[in-house]
């Protein structure tokens, strides 16, 4: 009998103690607050305590990738949450009328304004030349594209979606991709920022390309890009842009001239200036021999044909 009620009690405690494993098991750990896991250095308050006043702020922020800061430990408090941007908040809590007591935006130089951001992106071939681009030249801002708190499109914070974003500046590029042949940029196949570094570079119109200007078109030309056996030089000199108009064209295949042979004669003349061979005698230009293209088919370069024919 005794051993029997030893077995019982043995049993009893077996299965509180595995209950309570399991209870502690399935419960989460207690959320613990960034600014509690570590000691604030002075001046700083923490992002939870500025949610306290601009909690509509706070929330459109939790909804960005800018809310991983608030949990960043590794850099300090100073590239934590709010505070990484605007600053120390303790003196702006003490006297939140002051408004000299934070970093805002609002009334603040372009130039700073990008610095601030470039505090944290200014690492990467992306960022790292927005100094020499043309729109810090031209006190363009980041947050004048980016919006940190209400932007409209998902990715990268924008304010609006490209192209809309690009023509709200720049009229003049809009009515080319309305012209009859066009890169495909507001049928949204194509993006400004496909050829077109906006953080800057080192070329004109801060093209993601080489010097020739070449390689942003042989991105999706690729049957354009070579290297071929016999070179046409403009090609390789100039660039794409000798012959074609990059954005768009009243002319097929966005060529610089109606006709053809006019284009080509641009170059291949009898003068002593012209570094390119003449046209032939037998070319008269006569309507069969308007069409250079015809018969010179693989204009962009040749592996078998020093004139490029097929």
Request: glycine letters at 4%; charged letters at 20%.
């Amino acid at each position: 009998m005794m051993r029997r009620l030893l077995l019982v009690a043995l049993a009893f405690t077996v299965f509180s103690v595995s209950a309570r494993a399991q209870e502690k098991k399935a419960s989460p750990p207690p959320a613990q607050d960034s600014t509690s896991a570590q000691s604030l250095p002075p001046g700083y308050v923490g992002a939870e305590t500025c949610k306290a006043c601009h909690d509509e702020i706070y929330s459109s922020f939790e909804k960005t990738p800018h809310w991983k800061t608030t949990y960043d430990t590794h850099r300090g408090a100073a590239f934590q949450g709010c505070e990484a941007c605007h600053g120390p908040g303790e003196a702006h809590m003490n006297d939140p009328a002051d408004k000299t007591k934070i970093i805002t935006f609002k009334k603040m130089d372009a130039s700073k304004i990008s610095q601030r951001c470039l505090t944290c992106h200014q690492y990467g071939e992306e960022h790292s030349n927005f100094s020499r681009s043309a729109h810090n030249d031209n006190n363009v801002s980041c947050i004048d594209c980016h919006s940190p708190h209400h932007a409209t499109q998902a990715n990268y914070l924008l304010k609006k979606k490209q192209p809309e974003l690009c023509y709200s500046c720049h009229l003049d590029t809009k009515p080319q991709f309305t012209k009859p042949f066009h890169h495909r940029v507001n049928e949204g196949l194509v993006k400004c920022t496909d050829c077109h570094n906006q953080h800057g570079g080192f070329l004109n119109k801060q093209l993601r390309s080489t010097a020739a200007q070449d390689v942003v078109c042989v991105k999706c030309h690729t049957e354009k890009a070579g290297p071929f056996v016999f070179e046409h030089l403009p090609v390789k000199i100039e660039g794409c842009v000798a012959c074609h108009t990059p954005h768009g064209s009243s002319n097929p295949r966005l060529l610089k001239r109606a006709q053809v042979n006019l284009l080509c004669l641009e170059c291949h003349t009898l003068t002593i200036d012209s570094a390119a061979p003449g046209t032939p005698s037998f070319h008269n230009q006569a309507q069969k021999y308007q069409a250079c293209t015809m018969c010179h088919t693989q204009i962009h370069g040749s592996n078998f044909d020093r004139v490029f024919f097929k």
